[in-house]
């Protein structure tokens, strides 16, 4: 069973760089196929996809967040990360990963979740 856990500070400075890391158990994020993204969702808002590293090591990410987003991984720990720089209150929400497969509609894995706020 593949479980995926969010770390990270709860609260972060505006203007400075959120940075989240998903631990994944159970799994390789080197397995053929599966795409590992980071997804967010504002208080009272919807889900938003943020982007993704696939198990090529391959980004992508949502066109409104690219200039300020970086997703990386380190194989060894069996991890991948979240940058979101120049933060603002309205980045303030729970941050998800989860895992897809290429071909498979939605989401089979989900982390459960981490609050971040943006204050100061």
């Known amino acids: 069973q593949v479980q995926l856990q969010e770390s990270g500070p709860g609260l972060v400075k505006p203007s400075q760089t959120l940075s989240l890391t998903c631990t994944v158990s159970?799994?390789?994020?080197?397995?053929?196929?599966?795409?590992w993204s980071w997804i967010r969702q504002p208080p009272g808002k919807g889900l938003e996809w943020m982007g993704a590293i696939a198990y090529s090591g391959s980004t992508y990410y949502s066109p409104s967040l690219k200039s300020r987003t970086s997703i990386s991984r380190d194989t060894s720990k069996n991890q991948f990360t979240l940058q979101l720089s120049s933060v603002t209150p309205e980045d303030t929400a729970v941050y998800y990963c989860a895992r897809r497969e290429l071909g498979i509609m939605g989401y089979s894995y989900w982390g459960q979740g981490t609050q971040v706020t943006v204050s100061s």
């Open positions: 159970g799994g390789s994020i080197t397995t053929n196929y599966a795409y």
